[in-house]
């Protein structure tokens, strides 16, 4: 193995805070990858790791190797790319927002592998806040203002949200004029897996905002039950107005309390303060605000 595969086995390991999912990583054996660790440290003369049974963490030698490493790995592909041409390649992880992904980025996920077919792709999706760098992930697409500091945060949308029912449910309850006629209405609950509470809706009112929360006939935690039950008219709901799009154009749930929508909500790309982007990420980040800006181009809202 040469000095710059080693560097990589090392930064992974680093990065996972294991040589186990370092290796699963990096498809290699678990041997290799210790090995190759153990062979930096031979030719270093420090020890770049503390190893116990439960836990692998960087010494302060490691920490200082360990961002040289990730500078000149950063510096070596984009030096290989520029002067070959070469195609980007190698493993791709990002963390999506996964109703946002089903809607706007799968659809059109064909296109970015016949561009680059020399990237795998591994997506997961989830809507608390992971650590990319402990979790091996190289990026993360996320809705709401971003709050950890130590990421750098690439906005790419920002997404409208819209208040809606069904027919059926107008008609048992009335349509509410404003935010006084919604006494004696009801609401779906969506329950945040980030906090554990249920989401109130969110209006401006006199160009402040407010939250109301009403009685929930139902609480789900899931995008697609939330939108279901609007439309079996069982309440209220609030949500990007790109997951409803198809329902508001049929008319299968009716837009309501127009003018008190909340300011749009931000999507960004959020990736390690620490790391130059690889050429691997930056691809991915272009491609998804170009999908973000065909989506507004075609007139669909999002969230």
Same mark, same amino acid.
């Given at each position: 193995?040469?000095?710059?595969?080693?560097?990589?086995?090392?930064?992974?390991?680093?990065?996972?805070?294991?040589?186990?999912?370092?290796?699963?990583?990096?498809?290699?054996?678990?041997?290799?990858?210790?090995?190759?660790?153990?062979?930096?440290?031979?030719?270093?003369?420090?020890?770049?790791?503390?190893?116990?049974?439960?836990?692998?963490?960087?010494?302060?030698?490691?920490?200082?190797?360990?961002?040289?490493?990730?500078?000149?790995?950063?510096?070596?592909?984009?030096?290989?790319?520029?002067?070959?041409?070469?195609?980007?390649?190698?493993?791709?992880?990002?963390?999506?927002?996964?109703?946002?992904?089903?809607?706007?980025?799968?659809?059109?996920?064909?296109?970015?592998?016949?561009?680059?077919?020399?990237?795998?792709?591994?997506?997961?999706?989830?809507?608390?806040?992971?650590?990319?760098?402990?979790?091996?992930?190289?990026?993360?697409?996320?809705?709401?203002?971003?709050?950890?500091?130590?990421?750098?945060?690439?906005?790419?949308?920002?997404?409208?949200?819209?208040?809606?029912?069904?027919?059926?449910?107008?008609?048992?309850?009335?349509?509410?004029?404003?935010?006084?006629?919604?006494?004696?209405?009801?609401?779906?609950?969506?329950?945040?897996?980030?906090?554990?509470?249920?989401?109130?809706?969110?209006?401006?009112?006199?160009?402040?905002? $407010?939250? &109301?929360? @009403?009685?929930?006939? #139902?609480? *789900?935690?899931?995008?697609? +039950?939330?939108? %279901?039950?609007?439309? =079996? /008219?069982?309440?209220?709901?609030?949500?990007?107005?790109?997951?409803?799009?198809?329902?508001?154009?049929?008319?299968?749930?009716?837009?309501?309390?127009?003018?008190?929508?909340?300011?749009?909500?931000?999507?960004?790309?959020?990736?390690?303060?620490? $790391?130059? &982007?690889? @050429?691997?990420?930056? #691809?991915? *980040?272009?491609?998804?605000? +170009?999908?973000? %800006?065909?989506?507004? =181009? /075609?007139?669909?809202?999002?969230?």
């Amino acid at each position: 193995m040469d000095r710059l595969d080693a560097m990589r086995v090392f930064t992974r390991v680093v990065d996972r805070r294991s040589f186990t999912l370092a290796a699963a990583d990096l498809g290699l054996p678990r041997s290799t990858v210790t090995d190759a660790v153990k062979q930096l440290e031979r030719r270093l003369g420090v020890r770049l790791l503390q190893r116990t049974t439960r836990h692998v963490r960087p010494t302060l030698d490691g920490e200082a190797y360990h961002r040289r490493c990730l500078s000149l790995i950063a510096d070596f592909e984009e030096a290989e790319s520029a002067f070959s041409g070469a195609s980007p390649e190698g493993q791709l992880r990002v963390d999506v927002h996964g109703t946002l992904a089903r809607h706007l980025l799968l659809p059109r996920l064909p296109e970015f592998l016949r561009r680059y077919p020399g990237i795998d792709l591994f997506m997961s999706e989830s809507d608390r806040l992971v650590d990319p760098v402990r979790e091996g992930i190289d990026c993360v697409l996320r809705v709401g203002v971003p709050r950890d500091s130590d990421l750098v945060a690439r906005s790419v949308a920002v997404l409208e949200e819209v208040v809606c029912a069904s027919p059926a449910y107008l008609d048992r309850f009335g349509i509410p004029a404003g935010p006084d006629g919604l006494a004696g209405h009801r609401m779906v609950g969506f329950r945040s897996s980030a906090t554990g509470t249920v989401l109130p809706l969110a209006l401006r009112i006199g160009g402040e905002p $407010r939250t &109301l929360t @009403l009685p929930a006939t #139902v609480t *789900v935690n899931a995008a697609e +039950s939330l939108v %279901a039950c609007a439309r =079996a /008219g069982l309440g209220l709901i609030q949500v990007p107005r790109y997951h409803v799009a198809a329902d508001l154009l049929q008319g299968t749930l009716i837009s309501l309390l127009h003018g008190l929508e909340p300011p749009p909500i931000p999507v960004s790309i959020l990736y390690p303060r620490s $790391r130059q &982007l690889s @050429l691997r990420v930056r #691809v991915f *980040v272009d491609w998804v605000i +170009s999908v973000f %800006a065909a989506s507004q =181009a /075609g007139g669909v809202h999002r969230d």
